[in-house]
């Protein structure tokens, strides 16, 4: 379901909420956002509850219901802590690695800390990969368009650049191309694309 809503260009939270909820309207969006970003983090029923400020109850409902309607989200999720156990780390699809040698720990805490790591890391690694990589082939592209704009800053899974005045439309066209283009990474195909906005203003605050 969330690969097709990617792939159609749709609002994922909203997709998310229409699905768990039955609404996609503000209020169910935002709760279904904090549960897709939540989840990855390993969010507790007490840590939904407090950020949605709803009861532990409903929250642990909202939460079971999530897996009930993505059962392969979860599935991913064990197997990423189940291959953490054996290997002692964590890996990014880019092969960044995290060592994790407390994911046996009899500590509780540390051993719950590990877990939400290994589950999290190959996600959020994959990310910053993704935007360093992006990073280095927007720079090379810009040096041999001879350009004169230039990376200020990486936010995120923002880049912000200075533009010279008259280059914006090639600068735009180079920025997307290499931010949305995987072709030198060993990732090569993902299951859904990656999709860049651009806008231009005075300043960042502006936009």
């Known amino acids: 379901s969330m690969i097709k809503a990617f792939r159609a260009g749709r609002d994922i939270h909203a997709e998310t909420a229409k699905i768990i909820f039955g609404s996609s309207d503000k209020e169910f969006r935002s709760r279904a956002k904090a549960i897709n970003f939540g989840i990855i983090y390993g969010i507790s029923a007490f840590g939904l509850s407090q950020q949605l400020k709803i ?5 642990a ?5 999530y897996f009930s309607k993505f059962p392969k989200i979860k599935t991913f ?6 291959n953490a156990r054996k290997a002692k780390c964590t890996e990014s699809l880019m092969g960044r690695r995290r060592p ?10 540390l051993r719950m800390f590990a877990e939400r790591v290994a589950v999290n890391a190959p996600v959020q690694g994959t990310a910053a990969d993704i935007m360093k990589s992006a990073m280095v082939r927007v ?37 997307v191309e290499q931010m949305e283009s995987l072709k030198e990474t060993p990732l090569k195909e993902l299951s859904v694309p990656l999709v860049v906005d651009s806008s231009f203003g005075k300043s960042w605050a502006d936009l």
């Open 77 to 82: 999720m064990e197997s990423l802590i189940e």
């Open 61 to 65: 409902e909202f939460i079971e219901s």
């Open 100 to 109: 994790l040698p407390d994911i046996d720990s009899k500590n509780p805490t």
């Open 55 to 59: 009861s532990r109850k409903e929250a």
């Open 139 to 175: 720079d090379r592209e810009l040096q041999a368009h001879k350009c004169e704009s230039r990376i200020l800053l990486q936010v995120h899974d923002e880049l912000v650049l200075e533009v010279k005045k008259g280059e914006e439309e090639e600068v735009k066209r180079l920025v």
